[in-house]
């Protein structure tokens, strides 16, 4: 369930990287009324399908928590895992089937709360791993970053009322009123339905349009930079575990498969790899002392 370190792991895995895709195209084909009236009992029947072997996974990973290393030293391992980010989503992907049982939910609203198993892959996809790791780290700046944006829209919102209320009531007669151009505006969106006609207005809009497009780009400029660290933290833990392997100078088979499960845990592509191999010249023998280039 954790890992895909034999053949039954990686078909599992594979499996239910296929289910929670058929999920997605299910629930985009529904929305199609025509496809949905027409197969309809085939819709029903499939959720029902994938419904149950999702709460089997899910009981599944429930009951292994114990011995899950990320769960295993916590002093009530179930509870940990089901307070992990990726159980409330294995819960919430199937929580609304449950709901429908017993209370009246829309069924439209339904359709719609399924489509959180896409966030199901992060458990499948390096690349999304490695995404919402980014996001967790960077958390506290981009937070810090939102809370800036949100007293620059509120101000932009205050001065565009006193600049425009007179010329136009109807859009910027107050405060709360201005806050959809301050915010279409900041984020340089700007669709146009509402825009000051004063001079003063338009100098004003003018400032407001050049500090958005900064603002804009600080939050893409925060998650760049932790992407950039932390791949080059991946790496250095690849190349520490290389060195490691390699200290008795022999990479037996078991320590090959390791560094080969950790290279696709990481996502560090091949040509990385080499690299790091490379620049692992200086790496000498304890028995000859001679300094090789790992194979």
Same mark, same amino acid.
């Given at each position: 369930?954790?890992?895909?370190?034999?053949?039954?792991?990686?078909?599992v895995n594979? &499996?239910?990287?296929?289910?929670?895709?058929?999920?997605?195209?299910?629930?985009?084909?529904?929305?199609?009324?025509?496809?949905?009236?027409? +197969?309809?009992?085939?819709?029903? %029947?499939?959720?029902?399908? #994938?419904?149950?072997?999702?709460?089997?996974?899910?009981?599944? =990973?429930?009951?292994?928590?114990?011995?899950?290393? !990320?769960?295993?030293?916590? =002093?009530?391992?179930?509870?940990?895992?089901? =307070?992990?980010?990726?159980?409330?989503?294995?819960?919430?992907?199937?929580?609304?089937?449950?709901?429908?049982?017993?209370?009246?939910?829309?069924?439209?609203?339904?359709?719609?709360?399924?489509?959180?198993?896409?966030?199901?892959?992060?458990?499948?996809?390096?690349?999304?791993?490695?995404?919402?790791?980014?996001?967790?780290?960077?958390?506290?700046?981009? %937070?810090?970053?939102?809370?800036v944006?949100?007293? /620059?829209?509120i101000?932009?919102?205050?001065?565009?009322?006193?600049?425009?209320r007179?010329?136009?009531?109807?859009?910027?007669?107050?405060?709360?009123?201005?806050?959809?151009?301050?915010?279409?505006?900041?984020?340089?969106?700007?669709?146009?339905?509402?825009?000051?006609?004063?001079?003063g207005? *338009?100098?004003? &809009?003018?400032?407001?349009?050049?500090?958005?497009? &900064?603002?804009?780009? /600080?939050?893409?400029g925060?998650?760049?930079?932790?992407?950039?660290?932390?791949? #080059?933290?991946? *790496?250095?833990?690849?190349?520490?575990?290389?060195?490691?392997?390699?200290?008795d100078?022999?990479?037996s088979?078991e320590?090959?498969? +390791?560094?080969?499960?950790?290279?696709?845990?990481? &996502?560090? =592509? !091949?040509?990385?790899?080499? #690299?790091i191999?490379?620049?692992?010249?200086h790496?000498?023998?304890? +028995?000859?002392?001679?300094?090789f280039?790992?194979d």
């Amino acid at each position: 369930l954790e890992t895909n370190g034999s053949f039954f792991a990686r078909f599992v895995n594979i &499996g239910l990287l296929l289910l929670i895709l058929l999920n997605v195209i299910a629930v985009v084909a529904e929305s199609v009324r025509p496809i949905f009236l027409a +197969h309809k009992a085939n819709f029903l %029947a499939f959720e029902i399908f #994938s419904v149950t072997l999702f709460s089997i996974e899910y009981l599944l =990973r429930l009951w292994v928590a114990p011995e899950n290393p !990320d769960f295993k030293q916590s =002093r009530f391992p179930r509870l940990a895992f089901m =307070r992990s980010g990726m159980a409330i989503i294995d819960l919430l992907a199937i929580a609304p089937f449950y709901l429908s049982m017993f209370i009246s939910i829309d069924t439209r609203m339904l359709r719609g709360l399924r489509l959180l198993r896409i966030f199901k892959l992060t458990r499948y996809s390096t690349s999304m791993d490695l995404m919402v790791t980014v996001i967790k780290k960077e958390l506290p700046n981009i %937070a810090s970053a939102l809370f800036v944006m949100a007293i /620059l829209i509120i101000l932009s919102a205050s001065g565009i009322y006193f600049v425009e209320r007179d010329a136009q009531p109807e859009a910027f007669g107050s405060i709360p009123s201005a806050l959809w151009w301050a915010t279409v505006t900041l984020t340089t969106v700007g669709y146009g339905d509402v825009y000051p006609i004063t001079l003063g207005g *338009r100098i004003f &809009g003018m400032i407001i349009m050049l500090t958005g497009v &900064g603002m804009a780009a /600080l939050p893409a400029g925060i998650l760049a930079s932790g992407y950039s660290r932390e791949l #080059s933290s991946r *790496r250095e833990l690849y190349e520490a575990e290389l060195k490691e392997a390699l200290e008795d100078g022999v990479l037996s088979e078991e320590e090959q498969s +390791h560094l080969k499960n950790m290279q696709k845990e990481l &996502g560090i =592509r !091949d040509d990385e790899v080499d #690299s790091i191999k490379n620049q692992s010249k200086h790496i000498e023998c304890p +028995h000859c002392k001679k300094q090789f280039i790992p194979d």
